[in-house]
């Protein structure tokens, strides 16, 4: 077999069927080798930064990586901010970037660049295949590091691709989480009290964590908080109710005031997005100790489920009662978008997270829904919504998801609508549409930047001309309707909730 057959055998082998793809030249023999290997299923992306939001919604679902297949360095350069957000949320994930012959490489034609240098920035594990004899065993390598939570890019010049004399190579079985010490357990559960918080990220924030923490909570009165976004979040009637670290620095200043005992379980300790003029960036109280029972990548369930039976063995932990919104009618808002879908979110849902300042009553209004998954922004690059639900939906096609889309980011990445439609994606997009980077409107002021001026303004303004998403959703082969009402909105989200694939709901907020 030739290098790129023996590349998606490999792959197949290893667990890896689903690739995202904006392939070009140099992939060419990768396409023509799907269909000696027709267990790969590829998706066509017209963007790279579709392929690689989706390849991290696809993994968030699963828990195993998928593939994408990128084209050169401008092709890798697409589709970074996406493998950053993916990086930030430890998805496991394999890139597969052609590059060219490596008899070409020497002419430094048009579109050469340093590919490994770009994959370094958001890469854990990144290899250039320079024989076809090692193409299997460096695609087992990527296939494994992957599997450790990380994003693993594997360079494949077109030579290696195209010649004879590859083959398939096992990949090695995936390690189990390490797991946490009992002498870490027991120095924990020494601080536990009302004094202390259980900060909550990566498998703690799934079902069996949450469960063992809230049994902490209940039996030792210490309280639960979660990181702010986490990569997936289990939440709903029947699954305790843990609130989230605000983006504000001031809110999680609140928060975490009076806080002695901060118990990392998962997560990093916590730090605000940006600087601020005359503000330290650290959140943790001066005074309090910061303790890690699980760094990101152990087995924070299991440490939390030994804490809940040494700790608070006997006491049952609180989980979050059903109970939806009532229907609001008449103005639209983000209060009455937010009550809409409480309201309607189907049982089993998986909520993509990316509806930014108009997502401030999200959690409230869907607290008691039926139980279903959240996932949000993790890295803070905007245009991750409409990939992630993408790759949700085709990793978990019996289930309905739902994305939250802000208008502003919406733009950078809107050609994921098109593969939704293409592949017939059970995805209802909700786009909160005010018109505004209103984000950034708030941040003018909190970075003490003089604003407020006309042409300051201008750059945060969406307007002049207006965004038709309708016009925008439909072009791309999504059915798609506007809602200036809660009742309108309303009754098309419970229409789109209905309909088997892809559909889109511009739902017009007051402006800015």
């Given at each position: 077999?030739?290098?790129?057959?023996?590349?998606?055998?490999?792959?197949?082998?290893?667990?890896?069927?689903?690739?995202?793809?904006?392939?070009?030249?140099?992939?060419?023999?990768?396409?023509?080798?799907?269909?000696?290997?027709?267990?790969?299923?590829?998706?066509?992306?017209?963007?790279?930064?579709?392929?690689?939001?989706?390849?991290?919604?696809?993994?968030?679902?699963?828990?195993?990586?998928?593939?994408?297949?990128?084209?050169?360095?401008?092709?890798l350069g697409n589709g970074i901010a996406n493998l950053h957000n993916a990086r930030r949320a430890r998805t496991p994930l394999v890139n597969v970037v052609g590059d060219h012959a490596l008899t070409h490489k020497r002419l430094d034609a048009p579109l050469e660049s340093d590919i490994d240098a770009l994959a370094g920035t958001v890469s854990g594990w990144v290899r250039r295949s320079l024989t076809t004899s090692d193409v299997g065993a460096d695609t087992a390598d990527a296939v494994a590091a992957a599997a450790r939570g990380q994003v693993a890019t594997l360079v494949?010049?077109?030579?290696?691709?195209?010649?004879?004399?590859?083959?398939?190579?096992?990949?090695?079985?995936?390690?189990?989480?390490?797991?946490?010490?009992?002498?870490?357990?027991?120095?924990?559960?020494?601080?536990?009290?009302?004094?202390?918080?259980?900060?909550?990220?990566?498998?703690?924030?799934?079902?069996?964590?949450?469960?063992?923490?809230?049994?902490?909570?209940?039996?030792?009165g210490t309280r639960l908080l979660s990181q702010r976004s986490p990569a997936r979040m289990q939440r709903g009637a029947g699954l305790p109710d843990v609130l989230k670290l605000p983006y504000p620095p001031e809110g999680a200043r609140k928060q975490l005031d009076g806080v002695e005992h901060l118990v990392l379980v998962g997560a990093a300790e916590p730090v605000a997005f940006f600087g601020y003029p005359g503000m330290d960036g650290r959140l943790v109280p001066e005074g309090c100790t910061v303790h890690?029972?699980?760094?990101?990548?152990?087995d924070g369930t299991a440490a939390l489920q030994a804490l809940a039976e040494l700790a608070a063995p006997d006491a049952a932990p609180q989980v979050a009662q059903a109970r939806r919104p009532e229907l609001p009618t008449g103005d639209l808002d983000i209060k009455a978008l937010a009550e809409v879908v409480g309201a309607l979110l189907p049982e089993r849902a998986i909520v993509v997270d990316e509806a930014l300042t108009s997502g401030y009553f999200l959690p409230m209004a869907t607290?008691?829904?039926?139980?279903?998954?959240?996932?949000?922004?993790?890295?803070?690059?905007?245009?991750?919504?409409?990939?992630?639900?993408?790759?949700?939906?085709?990793?978990?096609?019996?289930?309905?998801?739902?994305?939250?889309?802000?208008?502003?980011?919406?733009?950078?990445?809107?050609?994921?609508?098109?593969?939704?439609?293409?592949?017939?994606?059970?995805?209802?997009?909700?786009i909160c549409d005010n018109g505004a980077y209103a984000i950034l409107a708030s941040e003018l002021e909190n970075v003490g930047a003089a604003g407020g001026g006309a042409r300051a303004g201008k750059l945060l303004d969406l307007g002049g001309p207006a965004l038709d998403f309708v016009a925008l959703a439909t072009g791309m082969g999504?059915?798609?309707?506007?809602?200036?009402?809660?009742?309108?909105?309303?009754?098309?989200?419970?229409?789109?909730?209905?309909?088997?694939?892809?559909?889109?709901?511009?739902?017009v907020l007051p402006r800015g």
């Open positions: 077999m030739n290098g790129a057959q023996a590349v998606i055998r490999t792959l197949v082998e290893g667990g890896v069927d689903v690739c995202f793809a904006n392939p070009g030249t140099s992939e060419m023999h990768f396409v023509a080798a799907l269909d000696d290997v027709p267990e790969m299923r590829a998706v066509l992306t017209l963007f790279e930064g579709v392929a690689t939001g989706a390849a991290d919604g696809y993994a968030r679902m699963t828990g195993t990586p998928a593939a994408t297949l990128l084209h050169l360095g401008p092709g494949l010049p077109a030579d290696v691709s195209w010649s004879d004399g590859g083959a398939s190579a096992a990949v090695p079985a995936r390690r189990p989480a390490p797991q946490v010490p009992a002498a870490v357990v027991a120095e924990v559960a020494e601080v536990l009290g009302g004094s202390t918080v259980l900060f909550l990220g990566g498998d703690a924030v799934l079902e069996p964590g949450l469960r063992a923490a809230a049994q902490v909570a209940a039996g030792t890690v029972l699980a760094a990101p990548g152990e607290v008691g829904s039926p139980a279903h998954d959240w996932l949000t922004l993790t890295g803070g690059a905007i245009g991750q919504g409409m990939p992630v639900a993408t790759g949700a939906a085709v990793a978990c096609p019996d289930r309905p998801v739902v994305s939250l889309q802000a208008d502003g980011s919406a733009m950078y990445t809107i050609q994921a609508l098109w593969t939704q439609a293409r592949e017939g994606l059970d995805v209802t997009t909700v999504v059915p798609a309707t506007r809602a200036t009402t809660a009742d309108e909105l309303a009754d098309q989200f419970r229409s789109a909730l209905a309909e088997p694939g892809p559909h889109l709901i511009d739902a």
